[in-house]
């Protein structure tokens, strides 16, 4: 399986650096259901995991 980029999403420093903005806001939307940043947390330990969750505001699993 390809690497994900999602650690260096151009979208995902949009939102860090504007959440309000449209592009951010399209990148919080996406997440929702994208399956690249569902593989991409998995691929994360439990601390690393917890700490997107809370940073992004994420359903806690």
């Known amino acids: 399986m390809a690497e994900s980029t999602c650690e260096n999403c151009k979208l995902r420093e949009k939102y860090d650096k504007k959440p309000k903005s449209f592009l951010g806001r399209f990148w919080r939307w996406h997440i929702g259901f994208c399956p690249g940043w569902k593989a991409f947390m998995q691929s994360l330990d439990e601390e690393k ?9 994420l359903k806690m699993k």
Not at 49 to 57: A, H, I, M
């Open 49 to 57: 995991q917890q700490e997107l969750r809370v940073k992004y505001n």
